[in-house]
């Protein structure tokens, strides 16, 4: 095993591609007059403008020109960066989700512009609109490979309109170059577009892209050429203050407060490449509330980070190691903590400082540190939670990281045992992308230190993946010692050496109703060194899935599982339930079948079902997700989550549900009411979390949050709040 490793490890560190791709470019020309932001290119300086043309077909087709061209045009001067847009369409019958600030870009018509402004091809900064003139901004990393390098929880200054006419629209945009980080007296940026036309049914990129790529990905891009270098980024100091009234009652315990909060942020440019984020007693009470979820796993649960001050340059800290079964550092630790119940509670963040960014064009640096609140009523300590990180590009976009983490709690308590005194993590990561994007992968070897420890505290793995047109291959081996630990970090759990790899071919049917359908199997193992390498966990999992030409898909799996319990385990959840004993082994077969209907219509669904055995007993699931749209104004979405689970006596069977539907209206482009409403017998909870919001200066807000949860076991009260929450952003 431990040979296979270290195969894997020297290809990926030698491995290098230089596949040669045909480039495109255009002159941004610096201009010295002012341009009024109403989405009509009206001014005569356009005229003098060169663009970005020539869009291609990405969906259906990658191999035409877009039949719906788009055109872009680019002006500079010393503060502002003017981006003019004419979008070609069908007409004017644009499928638009809402009037909210950072949209969902997939099922509605908009156009999105990637800026890779220190030429690496691993990170770009994205700003979108669509036809209503609404704005979305965001991050990508990684080189955008996929999904957990996109985010659009990033939000930054800048002003964008739109203008809708019969047969195109019109959109301009005012970016401040202090919104962007780059290299003082840089000439070029790498650059591309893509467009989602709807009418049309049609996906198109500056760039040619094929469709084995991410539309977002960050390999196939031209350049941007500065008519003369880009000055000193004078990013002014933001401060972003808050005040907050909570009134909240505590019906478990009946103990009822009232409390007023003040904190804020403060965000400072160093140099053209760094940025220090402040914060001093944070609040995040107008965060949107995590999605409930129905656990019918042994292990925790991961939840994505929704909190602005961890967003910025979030990759830097939250890469490193593997995202499924060892990520030493997950920010969600943060501030959140366990009472003695058992219950998830906020665990109060007395401040911090953030520091991120560029070093230089090839060193990327981020220091993170944050204080914690005792509470010892939860017997939670107050702890110091440090990181730094360190990411040096090598060859043409692969990286080499080095990072230590420090959790430690600098007071004595009497519940405090002498183990959870500190933890600290320290590691090294090597993460491969080829030049053509052809390969990618990822080598880490990380050691855990904490009181008490016996040497078994090593995590390291590898992957490599391959993606072509016809085939996509991946690999991995994972390694986690039964003493490795990491309190700032997501560890699913210890003690494993895990193989994965997948095989994929993937066909391209010319003509007809499929766009593109494929064959995987995809077996994976798991064994236990501390057993002897028990085999302890094995899936074999094949399946067919395709895409249809009119954007709907279908999948069809099949799956064999064996798990191995040390531990008695309850898979219902059921409270008084007799477990299923431990030292047993089980296997179980299972069948599924998913479909998504095509989601630029008024109404669209998807709906997932499963069947079969289910450790000793049986199983029946049914995940769907229905929305419906009344454009612009309001958005409708219902998520219903069935498990039917029969085990044999003396086990317990259970029905489990989770029922969410939300409800998202936008009364203008600065006011918003959202609600959601989750029940989850599971968990015992009926959850209500309702939230105003009036935007009345740029990133400037008013919120109203009113939460309200209820047991629906008893159907009694338990926890009730509301929140007036301010902020500003103030530019100094």
Same mark, same amino acid.
């Given at each position: 095993?431990? !040979?296979?490793?270290?195969?894997?490890?020297?290809?990926? *560190?030698?491995?290098?591609?230089?596949?040669?791709?045909?480039?495109?470019? +255009?002159?941004?020309?610096?201009?010295?007059?002012?341009?009024?932001?109403?989405?009509?290119?009206?001014?005569?300086?356009?005229?003098?403008?060169?663009?970005?043309?020539?869009?291609?077909?990405?969906?259906?087709?990658?191999?035409?020109?877009?039949?719906?061209?788009?055109?872009?045009?680019?002006?500079?001067?010393?503060?502002? #960066?003017?981006?003019?847009? @004419?979008?070609?369409?069908?007409?004017?019958?644009?499928?638009?989700?809402?009037?909210?600030?950072?949209?969902?870009?997939?099922?509605?018509?908009?156009?999105?512009? #990637?800026?890779?402004? *220190?030429?690496?091809?691993?990170?770009?900064?994205?700003?979108?609109?669509?036809?209503?003139?609404?704005? !979305?901004?965001?991050?990508?990393?990684?080189?955008?490979?996929?999904?957990?390098?996109?985010?659009?929880?990033?939000?930054?200054?800048?002003?964008?309109?739109?203008?809708?006419?019969?047969?195109?629209?019109?959109?301009?945009?005012?970016?401040?170059?202090?919104?962007?980080?780059?290299?003082?007296?840089?000439?070029?940026w790498r650059f591309n577009s893509y467009r989602f036309d709807t009418q049309s049914n049609e996906t198109s990129t500056w760039m040619k892209i094929p469709q084995n790529q991410n539309v977002f990905g960050l390999t196939f891009m031209g350049d941007m050429i500065f008519e003369k270098p880009l000055g000193k980024s004078r990013t002014p100091l933001a401060l972003i203050p808050y005040v907050n009234a909570l009134s909240e009652k505590n019906f478990e315990s009946s103990e009822a407060n009232n409390n007023f909060k003040v904190g804020g942020d403060a965000k400072i440019s160093i140099g053209n490449s760094m940025n220090l984020d402040v914060t001093v007693n944070p609040d995040f009470s107008q965060v949107e509330v995590d999605d409930q979820i129905t656990n019918l796993t042994r292990f925790e649960v991961s939840l994505p980070e929704k909190r602005q001050?961890?967003?910025?340059?979030?990759?830097? *800290?939250?890469?490193?190691?593997?995202?499924?079964?060892?990520?030493? *550092? +997950?920010?969600?630790?943060?501030?959140?903590?366990?009472?003695?119940?058992?219950?998830?509670?906020?665990?109060?963040?007395?401040?911090?400082? @953030?520091?991120?960014?560029?070093?230089?064009?090839?060193?990327?640096?981020?220091?993170?540190?944050?204080?914690?609140?005792?509470?010892?009523?939860?017997?939670?300590?107050?702890?110091?939670?440090?990181?730094?990180?360190?990411?040096?590009?090598?060859?043409?976009?692969?990286?080499?990281?080095?990072?230590?983490?420090?959790?430690?709690?600098?007071?004595?308590?009497?519940?405090?045992?002498?183990?959870?005194?500190?933890?600290?993590?320290?590691?090294?990561?090597?993460? #491969?992308?080829?030049?053509?994007?052809?390969?990618?992968?990822?080598?880490? #070897?990380?050691?855990?230190?904490?009181?008490?420890?016996?040497?078994?505290?090593?995590?390291?793995?590898?992957?490599?993946?391959?993606?072509?047109?016809?085939?996509?291959?991946?690999?991995?081996?994972?390694?986690?010692?039964?003493?490795?630990?990491?309190?700032?970090?997501?560890?699913?759990?210890?003690?494993?050496?895990?193989?994965?790899?997948?095989?994929?071919?993937?066909?391209?049917?010319?003509?007809?109703?499929?766009?593109?359908?494929?064959?995987?199997?995809?077996?994976?193992?798991?064994?236990?060194?501390?057993?002897?390498?028990?085999?302890?966990?094995?899936?074999?999992?094949?399946?067919?899935?395709?895409?249809?030409?009119?954007?709907?898909?279908?999948?069809?799996?099949?799956?064999?599982?064996?798990?191995?319990? =040390?531990?008695?385990?309850?898979?219902?959840?059921?409270?008084?339930?007799?477990?299923?004993?431990?030292?047993?082994?089980?296997?179980?077969?299972?069948?599924?079948?998913?479909?998504?209907?095509?989601? @630029?219509?008024?109404?669209?669904?998807?709906?997932?079902?499963?069947?079969?055995? =289910?450790?000793?007993?049986?199983?029946?699931?049914?995940?769907?997700?229905?929305?419906?749209?009344?454009?612009?104004?309001?958005?409708?979405?219902?998520?219903?989550?069935?498990?039917?689970?029969?085990?044999?006596?003396?086990?317990?069977?259970?029905?489990?549900?989770?029922?969410?539907?939300?409800?998202?209206?936008?009364?203008?482009?600065?006011? +918003?009411?959202?609600?959601?409403?989750?029940?989850?017998?599971?968990?015992?909870?009926?959850?209500?979390?309702?939230?105003?919001?009036?935007?009345?200066?740029?990133?400037?807000?008013?919120?109203?949050?009113?939460?309200?949860?209820?047991?629906?076991?008893?159907?009694?009260? @338990?926890?009730?709040?509301?929140?007036?929450?301010?902020?500003?952003?103030?530019?100094?």
């Open positions: 095993m431990h !040979r296979i490793i270290y195969v894997i490890i020297f290809l990926l *560190f030698t491995f290098r591609s230089f596949a040669q791709f045909p480039n495109k470019s +255009f002159v941004v020309k610096h201009i010295s007059e002012s341009i009024v932001l109403d989405g009509v290119l009206d001014e005569p300086i356009w005229e003098t403008a060169e663009s970005a043309h020539g869009f291609w077909e990405y969906f259906p087709y990658d191999s035409i020109q877009a039949r719906q061209q788009s055109d872009i045009k680019m002006l500079y001067d010393d503060k502002n #960066l003017y981006v003019g847009i @004419r979008v070609n369409a069908e007409g004017r019958n644009y499928a638009i989700q809402t009037l909210q600030r950072d949209f969902r870009a997939g099922n509605s018509d908009n156009i999105s512009l #990637l800026f890779d402004t *220190f030429n690496d091809g691993n990170n770009a900064f994205l700003f979108g609109i669509n036809p209503y003139g609404v704005q !979305r901004e965001g991050l990508v990393s990684g080189g955008g490979l996929d999904l957990r390098g996109f985010t659009i929880s990033w939000d930054v200054k800048w002003k964008g309109e739109s203008k809708i006419y019969d047969d195109h629209y019109t959109s301009e945009l005012i970016i401040p170059l202090t919104s962007f980080k780059f290299k003082e007296g840089v000439t070029k001050f961890f967003v910025d340059n979030s990759d830097l *800290f939250a890469s490193f190691g593997d995202p499924r079964d060892g990520t030493p *550092f +997950f920010s969600r630790r943060i501030g959140i903590a366990t009472d003695t119940a058992g219950n998830t509670i906020e665990n109060k963040i007395l401040g911090g400082v @953030r520091l991120s960014g560029k070093v230089n064009s090839k060193l990327r640096l981020g220091f993170l540190n944050l204080q914690t609140a005792e509470d010892v009523d939860n017997e939670i300590p107050s702890n110091n939670n440090t990181m730094l990180a360190l990411q040096q590009q090598v060859f043409s976009r692969s990286n080499i990281g080095l990072f230590f983490i420090n959790r430690e709690s600098f007071k004595d308590y009497d519940f405090l045992s002498s183990s959870d005194k500190y933890n600290r993590v320290a590691g090294i990561d090597y993460n #491969l992308i080829s030049e053509d994007n052809l390969w990618n992968g990822k080598a880490y #070897l990380h050691k855990s230190f904490q009181p008490e420890g016996d040497g078994k505290d090593l995590s390291a793995g590898a992957t490599v993946e391959y993606n072509s047109r016809k085939f996509n291959l991946r690999a991995k081996g994972v390694y986690l010692g039964e003493d490795f630990r990491s309190d700032l970090g997501y560890i699913r759990r210890t003690d494993i050496v895990k193989t994965f790899t997948s095989f994929q071919r993937v066909f391209w049917p010319v003509g007809g109703f499929i766009q593109t359908h494929s064959f995987e199997f995809a077996p994976v193992f798991i064994w236990s060194p501390a057993s002897d390498y028990l085999n302890t966990d094995y899936t074999l999992r094949g399946g067919w899935e395709a895409k249809f030409r009119d954007q709907s898909e279908i999948k069809l799996g099949v799956r064999r599982d064996y798990t191995y319990l =040390f531990d008695t385990f309850d898979p219902t959840g059921t409270d008084g339930a007799v477990p299923l004993p431990a030292d047993v082994g089980y296997t179980y077969n299972s069948a599924e079948l998913g479909y998504q209907s095509d989601r @630029r219509k008024i109404f669209a669904f998807e709906a997932t079902s499963n069947l079969g055995q =289910f450790y000793n007993g049986d199983k029946f699931s049914l995940q769907g997700r229905m929305t419906m749209r009344f454009q612009p104004k309001a958005f409708l979405s219902l998520i219903v989550n069935y498990d039917q689970i029969n085990l044999p006596e003396p086990y317990s069977s259970a029905e489990i549900w989770l029922v969410s539907p939300k409800i998202d209206i936008t009364f203008t482009k600065s006011v +918003f009411w959202s609600t959601l409403i989750q029940y989850s017998n599971q968990r015992d909870n009926f959850g209500v979390n309702s939230r105003l919001q009036w935007r009345f200066a740029p990133l400037s807000d008013l919120f109203l949050v009113y939460n309200d949860n209820y047991f629906v076991s008893q159907i009694a009260p @338990r926890y009730r709040s509301i929140n007036l929450k301010l902020t500003y952003w103030l530019n100094i």
